[in-house]
């Protein structure tokens, strides 16, 4: 596929979108986001850095 190939794509969804891109603006679907990989750090001894990235919004939900 060609960068001109690309461009026409895009030329046509914006007069015709993909239906289910329609339908889920529609019906207010957000996909969820990818989880974050957690990796054990060397300058990071006391493995804080991990346990932060485990809570990306600051919140500790229950189970």
Do not use: C
Not at 13 to 30: D, M, N, S
Request: net charge negative.
């Amino acid at each position: 596929m060609t960068i001109w190939d690309v461009e026409r794509i895009f030329a046509y969804w914006r007069v015709a979108p993909p239906t289910h891109e329609l339908v889920a603006a529609y019906l207010g679907y957000k996909p969820r986001p990818e989880p974050v990989a957690v990796a054990a750090s060397a300058d990071d001894p006391s493995g804080i850095g991990s346990m932060i990235l485990q809570f990306p919004d600051g919140l500790v939900k229950p189970n």
